[in-house]
């Protein structure tokens, strides 16, 4: 520097020009002793002051945690390290990173939210890099820099670096996906794929050494490298999981641990009580988003349960250490259930539905708990293995079916459709349940039943979903459980449901309020497939011959709920001497259900039924009675009884008033269609439009009950088949005041006349030549 510009340096540059000619005159006398020239002096970069703060992390920052140090330089590094130019800086600044006491520290004393943000500042770092349209130092040199700076630090440190190198690791073989999605066929791929390979390799030594080493029980570490292994198992040879699961068999509870029960996941619905900020000190507080930002791995939840899932179906782990595992899992899914549940309750009390900001957790909640049991599932109905599908599978599936039971509420409130994993583990487990264990199934419903608080049922949206659940899960068996339970149980309840004793009287339910309609719809709607099930069964007897002394059942009774009474044993079960006495006692009971409960339905519509469910429900009671039905067989009379019922409410001068309200239907019952009703659909050319259009002809109860009465035509007796023909013409359809519903209904009576010569030619033949007789009769046309 010339005298003139040193001058003009003010005390502080003289100062500080004195110090850097300190400084150089140091260097020079090095670089001469070691043989290099002198070369001009190097002010400090600002990758240099990033490398003294990664070595000297707490030098100017003494009043930082380590998570708040932390968090700053992970902020440098991800802003900075993608944009270094130099391969041999990438080399150099992944080196100094790895040996930054902050986050790997000798004693391993790192958090695990540190060790996660780590994972994720290299999840960014190489997505930001990748996607730079015009880098100054190309994405595979910058690859492999990094690479060598990981290797380097390995060499230097070949004992602990092990666990230090999987955060990076994972986060950089993580953004393979991504890349792939964003530019498939980058330049020098071979180059960046060989890449991917090596740091592989790296990471599956640093997760066996992970794994068996005594680090595994840090519970931070334990649980970030789970997650490591999560994001980068299907990147790894495929052999790697069979050989770590044979160094550490309990992989599957400390997945199952880390997502159910730890403090960085769901703890046990511990998230719920998570302290939310003050609204008052912050714009706008995003409950979820907060939730998520303290509890990192409900991000990862879906990840967590795939690599469950891979570990499950890995063929070469030892049987009996995973049925083990299998089990306790259960165990924990059960209880984290049976948690969740009353929680939801306690904190949600009083709502109509799940609160929507939560929705998508819970959501994930129960799609992370579907593929853990699917995995099980399909794991065990492809093993061939006679012991595992009769024992293990039913064992499994009460387990299944009871935390299901605790999470309808989430099902309700998301909807099966189209959820092909759930319904096929639901129904696998159901099958496994029935077929093997009916006992147990019948448990199982006891269960059910006593684990909802009916008092609660109007304020409770949880409870309102296991109800319906319970139902559901009524309607598959109750045509094949012991009597006992169908006659103590089942019947009771839904009976006391559908004759809206329960929910009128012990609830106070008002169903022309809009708001209670909406709650109690869906489960009066399942009650009454329940019943329409069980007037079907007329096979009624004690398939499961369960000995007397494990039959510890009660006697369903509504009053217990609301009152001090104790409910009695349910009786024993029937042996097989007792059985033909049973049947005939069955079908009786059936008989004598039919007629009231016909007159239920018909008090029921339409508020509580639509006209397409009361066509089924009359149309199915007929089928039981009719002709060909082992009721018939017994009292011919019963049918025309039910006719007669019929009639009367179609010729009700109150009915003829009412209006029918066009509410849309469930579809609760619409798999109880029968082949009758789906000829008569067809026949009439309509189907579904057929229904809608019978919904804006048909405006009154009477129309509608007359449409119904029609319908089962097909399925009646000969010899009174012209005498109703006759009746519905002229006490029934032309006494109606509006023409569009006369036309209506004499179109569809012409199609059930077709209908009926379908399959029953020789009674179609008479009710075609009434036709042409009374209806299209050119010498004596009807006057509507």
């Known amino acids: 520097m010339n005298q003139d510009l040193y001058n003009r340096l003010g005390a502080g540059g003289r100062e500080l020009y004195e110090k850097l000619n300190q400084q150089q005159q140091i260097v020079s006398q090095r670089q001469g002793q070691n043989g290099f020239a002198n070369e001009p002096l190097r002010l400090p970069t600002q990758l240099d002051y990033l490398l003294e703060e990664l070595v000297n992390p707490y030098a100017k920052q003494e009043d930082l945690n380590q998570l708040e140090r932390g968090n700053e330089l992970l902020s440098y590094i991800a802003n900075y390290y993608p944009k270094l130019k130099n391969e041999k800086n990438v080399e150099l600044l992944t080196e100094y990173f790895l040996r930054c006491p902050v986050f790997f520290s000798n004693e391993a004393n790192v958090p695990f939210a540190l060790s996660n943000r780590v994972?994720?500042?290299?999840?960014?770092?190489?997505?930001?890099?990748?996607?730079?349209?015009?880098?100054?130092?190309?994405?595979?040199?910058?690859?492999?820099?990094?690479?060598?700076?990981?290797?380097?630090?390995?060499?230097?440190?070949?004992?602990?670096?092990?666990?230090?190198?999987?955060?990076?690791?994972?986060?950089m073989l993580s953004t393979i996906n991504y890349r792939d999605q964003y530019d498939p066929f980058p330049e020098y791929s071979n180059v960046i794929q060989k890449i991917d390979k090596q740091l592989a390799n790296i990471l599956e030594g640093s997760f066996i050494n992970f794994f068996t080493s005594p680090l595994i029980s840090n519970d931070d570490l334990r649980s970030v490298n789970i997650l490591c292994l999560s994001l980068t198992y299907d990147l790894l040879n495929k052999n790697f999981l069979p050989l770590l699961l044979d160094k550490h068999g309990l992989l599957p509870t400390d997945i199952c641990g880390l997502m159910f029960m730890s403090p960085f996941g769901l703890q046990m619905t511990d998230f719920l009580k998570v302290k939310k900020p003050d609204p008052g000190t912050s714009q706008e507080v995003d409950e979820v988003q907060f939730i998520m930002t303290e509890r990192p791995l409900l991000r990862y939840l879906n990840s967590l349960s795939?690599?469950?899932?891979?570990?499950?179906?890995?063929?070469?782990?030892?049987?009996?250490?995973?049925?083990?595992?299998?089990?306790?899992?259960?165990?924990?899914?059960l209880l984290f259930a049976e948690t969740l549940s009353a929680n939801t309750d306690l904190y949600y009390s009083g709502s109509d539905k799940l609160d929507l900001k939560l929705l998508d957790l819970y959501r994930q909640i129960l799609f992370a708990k579907v593929v853990m049991f699917e995995s099980i599932v399909?794991?065990?109905?492809?093993?061939?293995?006679?012991?595992?599908?009769?024992?293990?599978?039913?064992?499994?599936?009460?387990?299944?079916?009871?935390?299901?039971?605790?999470?309808?509420?989430?099902?309700?409130?998301?909807?099966?459709?189209?959820?092909?994993?759930?319904?096929?583990?639901?129904?696998?487990?159901?099958?496994?349940?029935?077929?093997?264990r009916m006992y147990d199934a019948e448990i199982l419903a006891n269960v059910f039943t006593t684990g909802i608080n009916f008092c609660r049922l109007k304020d409770s949206y949880v409870f309102r979903s296991k109800l319906l659940f319970t139902l559901n899960y009524f309607e598959q068996f109750v045509n094949i459980c012991s009597d006992p339970i169908r006659h103590c149980l089942i019947l009771p309840l839904i009976e006391d449901i559908t004759a809206s004793s329960l929910l009128n009287k012990g609830l106070n339910i008002n169903f022309n309020d809009p708001a209670d309609l909406a709650k109690f719809k869906d489960i009066v709607e399942a009650s009454h497939s329940i019943m329409l099930k069980f007037l079907t069964i007329q096979d009624s007897y004690d398939e499961n011959l369960i000995p007397k002394q494990q039959t510890q059942s009660r006697f369903w009774s509504l009053s217990s709920f609301f009152s001090n009474n104790v409910p009695t044993a349910v009786p024993p079960a029937t042996?097989?001497?007792?059985?033909?006495?049973?049947?005939?006692?069955?079908?009786?009971?059936?008989?004598?259900?039919?007629?009231?409960?016909?007159?239920?339905?018909?008090?029921?519509?339409?508020?509580?039924?639509?006209?397409?469910?009361?066509?089924?429900?009359?149309e199915t009671l007929a089928r039981s009675i009719f002709p060909n039905s082992k009721i018939y067989d017994i009292d011919h009379e019963l049918c025309e009884r039910f006719l007669n019922i019929l009639y009367n409410n179609c010729t009700d001068k109150i009915n003829k008033s009412i209006i029918v309200s066009l509410d849309s239907h469930s579809e609760e019952f619409d798999h109880i269609r029968s082949d009758t009703q789906e000829a008569f659909e067809k026949n009439n050319g309509n189907g579904e439009n057929g229904e809608e259009l019978s919904d804006q002809v048909l405006k009154t109860r009477a129309s509608c009950l007359i449409s119904s009465l029609i319908g089962i035509f097909p399925l009646m007796p000969s010899h009174i088949f012209i005498k109703w023909l006759n009746i519905s013409k002229n006490e029934l359809?032309?006494?109606?005041?509006?023409?569009?519903?006369?036309?209506?209904?004499?179109?569809?009576?012409?199609?059930?006349?077709?209908?009926?010569?379908?399959?029953?030619?020789?009674?179609?033949?008479?009710?075609?030549?009434w036709w042409y007789k009374n209806i299209n009769n050119s010498e004596n046309p009807i006057i509507l």
């Open 575 to 618: 042996t097989i001497e007792e059985r033909p006495t049973v049947y005939n006692e069955n079908l009786h009971v059936i008989m004598n259900k039919i007629l009231p409960y016909t007159e239920l339905s018909i008090s029921q519509f339409p508020l509580l039924l639509s006209t397409i469910q009361l066509n089924i429900i009359i």
């Open 378 to 436: 399909q794991w065990l109905l492809e093993s061939n293995n006679r012991l595992l599908l009769q024992d293990f599978l039913p064992r499994y599936s009460r387990k299944v079916i009871n935390i299901f039971y605790h999470l309808s509420f989430i099902l309700d409130s998301i909807g099966t459709g189209g959820f092909e994993s759930y319904n096929f583990v639901f129904s696998s487990c159901l099958d496994a349940l029935l077929q093997y």
């Open 306 to 333: 795939f690599l469950f899932k891979e570990i499950v179906l890995t063929k070469d782990y030892n049987t009996d250490v995973k049925l083990d595992q299998i089990d306790l899992c259960f165990n924990k899914c």
């Open 733 to 769: 359809i032309l006494p109606l005041i509006r023409k569009e519903e006369k036309e209506f209904l004499l179109n569809k009576l012409w199609n059930s006349i077709i209908v009926c010569n379908k399959y029953d030619p020789q009674k179609g033949n008479l009710g075609i030549d």
């Open 119 to 171: 994972l994720e500042c290299f999840r960014y770092i190489f997505d930001k890099k990748y996607k730079t349209s015009m880098p100054v130092l190309k994405f595979y040199k910058f690859y492999h820099a990094a690479l060598t700076g990981i290797l380097n630090f390995i060499k230097s440190d070949p004992i602990n670096s092990f666990w230090k190198v999987i955060p990076v690791i994972s986060g």
